[in-house]
C-alpha cells in the first residue's frame, strides 16, 4: 500500500515539474515578446524626441573635413565657430563637431559666414549638444541618410508650404507612422528629400514633370502663383500626364490654408480641386483646412503660417490615406 502511495506522490511531483517546466518557458517566451514589442514600439514613437534614431548610423560617409574649429557660442538652434580660413557650407548634408571623447552631429537650414566666423542658423542637434567650456573641436561633414525602406516611394512636390518654417515635421511625422521612402531634389532640415522648383507654378511643374523623381505616390501641395484658371487648366493637364504613368498609384492634391491674408482665390482654387477626380481615378483631394480649423494652436500665433503641431495634425491624416 505505501510503495502504491510513493509511486502517485512521485507522478504527481513529476506532473507539477512538467507543468512549471511549460509555465516557466511560456513566461520566458511572454517576456521576450514584449521586451522585443516595446522596443519596436519605443523606436517607432520615440523617433520623434528621439531624432538620431531616424538616421543610418552605419552607412555614414565622410564628404569633407574641415579641421580644426573653435566654438564661440550655442544653443538649441544655433552654433557660431572660428574657423580657420572661409569655406563654402552647404545645408544638403550633415555636419559633426567632434574630438577623441565624442562627435555632436546637426543639422542647419542657412548659414551666415563673415571673415574667419560661421554661424549656423534654424540648426537642430540630432544626438547631443556640446558640454559649456569645451571649445576646441573638428568639424567635418558627413553623408548620413534617413532610415528609410527600398519601397513604396512618395515625392512630395510644393513650395514653402512644403519647406519652410515648421514644415519640416510634415515628412518627419510622415515618416514616424508609415514606413515609406521620400524622394526628391532637395533635402529639408531632417534630411528627408522634397521636390522643388524655383518659383514653382503649376505650368511649370507640368513642362518639368519629366524631371520629377519617380514614385508610386505624388503629394502635390503649393499655392497657384497666376491667374487661377489658368493654374487649374494646367493642374488638370498634369493629372493627365500623371495618370498615364501606370507605376503611380496615388496622387494627393491639398487645399491651400486659408489665411486672414489669403486672396479669394484661394477659395476659388480649393473648391475646384475636387473636380479633378473626374480625370483621374487616382486623385485624392486632402481638404487641408478641415483639420486646421478645429483649433488656433494648429496656426503660428499671429502669423499666416501652419504651426508644428498643425503640420504634425495634417501629417497624422495624410498617413492614413496610405
Same mark, same amino acid.
Given at each position: 500500500?505505501?510503495?502504491?502511495?510513493?509511486?502517485?506522490?512521485?507522478?504527481?511531483?513529476?506532473? %507539477?515539474?512538467?507543468?512549471?517546466?511549460?509555465?516557466?518557458?511560456?513566461?520566458?517566451? #511572454?517576456? #521576450?515578446?514584449?521586451?522585443?514589442?516595446?522596443?519596436?514600439?519605443?523606436? +517607432? *514613437?520615440?523617433?520623434?524626441?528621439?531624432?538620431?534614431?531616424?538616421?543610418?548610423?552605419? /552607412?555614414?560617409? %565622410?564628404?569633407?573635413?574641415?579641421?580644426?574649429?573653435?566654438?564661440?557660442?550655442?544653443?538649441?538652434?544655433?552654433? $557660431?565657430? /572660428?574657423?580657420?580660413?572661409?569655406?563654402?557650407?552647404?545645408?544638403? +548634408? #550633415?555636419?559633426?563637431?567632434?574630438?577623441?571623447?565624442?562627435?555632436?552631429?546637426?543639422?542647419?537650414?542657412?548659414?551666415?559666414?563673415? *571673415?574667419?566666423?560661421?554661424?549656423?542658423?534654424?540648426? &537642430?542637434?540630432?544626438?547631443?549638444?556640446?558640454?559649456?567650456?569645451?571649445?576646441?573641436? $573638428?568639424?567635418?561633414? !558627413?553623408?548620413?541618410?534617413? /532610415?528609410? !525602406?527600398?519601397?513604396?516611394?512618395?515625392?512630395?512636390?510644393?513650395?514653402?508650404?512644403?519647406?519652410?518654417?515648421?514644415?519640416?515635421?510634415?515628412?518627419?511625422?510622415?515618416?514616424?507612422?508609415?514606413?515609406?521612402?521620400?524622394?526628391?531634389?532637395? *533635402?529639408?532640415?531632417?534630411?528627408?528629400?522634397?521636390?522643388?522648383?524655383?518659383?514653382?507654378? &503649376?505650368?511649370?511643374?507640368?513642362?518639368?514633370?519629366? +524631371? %520629377?523623381?519617380?514614385?508610386?505616390?505624388?503629394?502635390?501641395? &503649393?499655392?497657384?502663383?497666376?491667374?487661377?484658371?489658368?493654374?487649374?487648366?494646367?493642374?488638370?493637364?498634369?493629372?493627365?500626364?500623371?495618370?498615364?504613368?501606370?507605376?503611380?498609384?496615388?496622387?494627393? !492634391?491639398?487645399?491651400?490654408?486659408?489665411?486672414?491674408?489669403?486672396?479669394?482665390?484661394?477659395?476659388?482654387? +480649393?473648391?475646384?480641386?475636387?473636380?479633378?477626380?473626374?480625370?483621374?481615378? $487616382?486623385?485624392?483631394? &486632402?481638404?487641408?483646412? $478641415?483639420?486646421?480649423?478645429?483649433?488656433?494652436?494648429?496656426?503660428?500665433?499671429?502669423?499666416?503660417?501652419?504651426?508644428?503641431?498643425?503640420?504634425? *495634425?495634417?501629417?497624422?491624416?495624410?498617413?492614413?490615406?496610405?
Amino acid at each position: 500500500m505505501m510503495i502504491l502511495i510513493v509511486i502517485e506522490y512521485l507522478r504527481n511531483l513529476q506532473t %507539477v515539474i512538467l507543468m512549471y517546466n511549460k509555465l516557466k518557458k511560456a513566461i520566458y517566451v #511572454t517576456i #521576450t515578446l514584449l521586451i522585443g514589442y516595446l522596443s519596436w514600439d519605443f523606436a +517607432n *514613437k520615440e523617433s520623434r524626441n528621439f531624432p538620431s534614431l531616424n538616421y543610418d548610423w552605419s /552607412k555614414e560617409r %565622410v564628404v569633407n573635413d574641415f579641421g580644426y574649429v573653435t566654438i564661440d557660442s550655442f544653443s538649441d538652434n544655433y552654433l $557660431k565657430l /572660428k574657423v580657420a580660413e572661409e569655406e563654402t557650407f552647404q545645408p544638403t +548634408n #550633415t555636419f559633426s563637431i567632434y574630438n577623441e571623447a565624442k562627435s555632436y552631429y546637426f543639422r542647419f537650414r542657412y548659414v551666415l559666414l563673415s *571673415k574667419n566666423n560661421v554661424v549656423f542658423k534654424d540648426l &537642430f542637434w540630432l544626438n547631443d549638444q556640446p558640454e559649456t567650456g569645451i571649445k576646441n573641436f $573638428k568639424l567635418k561633414e !558627413v553623408d548620413l541618410p534617413i /532610415k528609410s !525602406v527600398l519601397e513604396p516611394k512618395i515625392v512630395t512636390i510644393g513650395d514653402e508650404l512644403l519647406f519652410q518654417n515648421e514644415a519640416k515635421y510634415f515628412r518627419r511625422e510622415i515618416n514616424r507612422r508609415i514606413n515609406i521612402k521620400f524622394v526628391g531634389n532637395h *533635402k529639408d532640415l531632417f534630411g528627408y528629400e522634397y521636390y522643388y522648383l524655383d518659383k514653382i507654378n &503649376f505650368s511649370l511643374l507640368n513642362k518639368e514633370f519629366y +524631371n %520629377v523623381p519617380k514614385a508610386q505616390n505624388i503629394l502635390i501641395f &503649393f499655392k497657384p502663383s497666376n491667374d487661377i484658371e489658368d493654374e487649374l487648366l494646367s493642374l488638370q493637364q498634369l493629372i493627365d500626364q500623371i495618370d498615364k504613368n501606370k507605376n503611380v498609384e496615388k496622387i494627393i !492634391v491639398m487645399s491651400i490654408p486659408i489665411f486672414d491674408e489669403n486672396k479669394i482665390n484661394y477659395m476659388l482654387f +480649393n473648391k475646384k480641386i475636387p473636380q479633378l477626380k473626374n480625370h483621374s481615378n $487616382k486623385v485624392v483631394y &486632402f481638404d487641408v483646412n $478641415k483639420f486646421l480649423k478645429v483649433s488656433p494652436s494648429n496656426y503660428r500665433d499671429d502669423k499666416n503660417e501652419i504651426s508644428k503641431q498643425g503640420y504634425e *495634425k495634417l501629417a497624422k491624416e495624410v498617413s492614413k490615406l496610405f
